[in-house]
């Protein structure tokens, strides 16, 4: 990943955490289809709604004929953490207009969060509304592309795991936590070290009392106040 | 090929809830100043959120009880992390990764 934030560039840096979209939109058709819901059920949900874990939570409750304000509210519940993620990432984008804001925050995800602050380090917190939109369409269409591809395999691929594309998700997320680690100046290493730490013992005190979803924005908010504290302290 | 009545309101509610979440911290945050504090806060959402991210894969919910480790993700987790170390190559963590959960499951192990 280099300094450039041009469109073309934006396409380059994606590349690698598509493993992650294909792995995991792969077995979200095998799921949904096994689920018995239709490819046009399964583009809707990655077309429209295009969120990753929540679109899981969404097939299990159709599945059981959960009420629709019982599936608005989980939906909203796991999403809730991107309400954290855009404010964070629209500070880099006040200067461009709203609709390009807007058209930014419609697509962002944990992924593209992730990847753009990986990038600012790199930028001297910069990022570009084409360089965004680049990593945003391209995993977009990706997720699309790998869940429709799954539910067509669906019938054929009875054991996606046997090869390890699951971890493929979880692999991508401890590269972005790592490169997040030695690339942010701004807080250092020590101080990042204390929170994630932090973040990891109120994840798992947490998920034995709550679900696994609240649990994780309650260790995120918590690890947020806790670098707080340690930050004044230093 | 087919769409019930209620699939077509869940995916256009679940998208409409979806994309407010999205969306709609960018037009506030285009429109209001952001006292200091909060932009504090929120330089502690990368590495707090990405951690906890983590931590789903890691640990195993035992509802009521304490939590336990995912053993064959911890195990994946170790070349992934040793990778990334080297490499400094988002690319190979994920390949290593995928990698050594293959032979992981292969021998059964986790």
Known sequence: MGPSLTFRAGVHDVLPTVFGYIGVG????????????????????????????????????????????????????????????????AQYFRHESLTRNLLIGSLVTDETFALAMNKQNKTNGKLSFAWQS???????????????????????????????????????????????????????????????????????????????????????????LFGMEMKKCR | MSMSLTELWTILGCGLVTILSRALPFAFVKSLTIPAWLINFLSFVPITIMTALCCQSLFIANPGHLATLNVANCLAAIPATIAGVLTKSLLMVVVVGIMAMAVLRYFSIG
């Open chain 1, 26 to 89: 792969l077995a979200f058709g095998i799921v949904a289809h096994t689920s018995h819901l239709s490819l046009l059920v399964v583009a809707g949900l990655s077309f429209i709604v295009y969120a990753g874990s929540a679109q899981f939570i969404i097939t299990s409750m159709l599945l059981l004929h959960d009420p629709l304000s019982a599936i608005f509210i989980s939906t909203f519940l796991v999403n809730s953490r991107m309400i954290l993620m855009s404010t964070s990432l």
């Open chain 1, 134 to 224: 680049a990593a945003n369409v391209v995993a977009y269409l990706v997720w699309g592309i790998a869940t429709i591809v799954g539910a067509v395999l669906g019938g054929l691929i009875t054991n996606p795991e046997r090869f390890g594309f699951d971890f493929a998700l979880t692999a991508m997320f401890i590269g972005l936590v790592y490169l997040q680690l030695i690339s942010d100046r701004h807080l250092g290493l020590s101080l990042q070290l204390m929170v994630m730490l932090f973040v990891a013992l109120v994840y798992y005190f947490m998920i034995g009392i709550m679900s696994q979803n609240f649990a994780l924005l309650v260790a995120t908010v918590a690890g947020c």
